[in-house]
């Protein structure tokens, strides 16, 4: 495809169900990252793969979250337990690598809005 | 870590005036900053960037200034048209594997 997608876009969950949100990224992009937006809010940083390595879940916000990229293309988030504070959309990116520290452009999918009733 | 702070949160203009959004941050390390334009409902699109070794860019109507000193970067948007209403945010990075850190957005409407 021409750009990141991912599914479902709306997801209903009842409190304590187990969710799983699923990012396709940019055809050969490296890196791929995870947000999550609050109502109202900018995104906030989840976690950070480049390829199939995940080298940065500090931004997890606890030990329910869980991504995976295991082939280094397709991503899940998956969120186990699931509480109304996890209401909200959540976004990945992804984006070409160049090396050392310079950054090129993160394409934004059009999210997934988690609800929890 | 890097914090972004936003201002201001709602801004509204005449169509044809220009707008101003201003962002500061916290962490000097900090070398790229985009600015995002999200529509209610649709992905964040980046509207433009600037990396920290230069204090200037433009692209047609929009303008990015930074000032690494003050640790401070600013959006222009000139000649504002109704397609231009929408939540804009600023955000900045360490690069490489470092996330973005988004500031909290303003809404930017233009009134006819």
């Known amino acids: 495809g021409a750009g990141v997608s991912q599914s479902p876009r709306y997801k209903v969950a009842k409190r304590g169900q187990d969710v799983a949100l699923r990012c396709d990224p940019i055809s050969g992009h490296v890196s791929l990252f995870w947000y999550q937006q609050a109502l109202g809010q900018g995104p906030e940083f989840l976690t950070y793969?480049?390829?199939?390595?995940?080298?940065?879940k500090s931004g997890l916000p606890s030990d329910r979250f869980f991504a995976e990229r295991p082939e280094g293309s397709v991503s899940t988030l998956k969120i186990q337990r699931t509480q109304q504070e996890d209401s909200a959309v959540y976004l990945c990116?992804?984006?070409?690598?160049?090396?050392?520290?310079?950054?090129?452009?993160?394409?934004f999918g059009q999210g997934t809005r988690l609800t929890v009733v | 870590g890097e914090n972004v702070e936003q201002h201001p949160s709602t801004l509204s203009v005449q169509e044809g005036d220009s707008a101003v959004i201003k962002c500061t941050y916290s962490d000097s390390a900090s070398n790229y900053f985009p600015w995002y334009k999200q529509e209610l409902g649709k992905r964040p699109q980046l509207i433009i960037d600037?990396?920290?070794?230069?204090g200037e860019k433009k692209d047609q109507r929009i303008a990015v200034t930074l000032n690494k000193t003050a640790k401070h970067f600013s959006l222009h948007i000139t000649e504002t048209q109704p397609e231009d209403s929408a939540v804009y945010f600023c955000?900045?990075?360490?690069?490489?594997?470092?996330?973005?850190?988004f500031g909290k957005g303003t809404h930017l409407i233009i009134q006819p």
């Open positions: 990116a992804s984006s070409q690598l160049t090396g050392g520290t310079v950054n090129t452009e993160a394409f």
């Open positions: 600037i990396r920290s070794n230069v």
């Open positions: 955000a900045a990075s360490k690069g490489g594997a470092d996330g973005l850190t």
């Open positions: 793969f480049q390829n199939e390595a995940q080298l940065d």
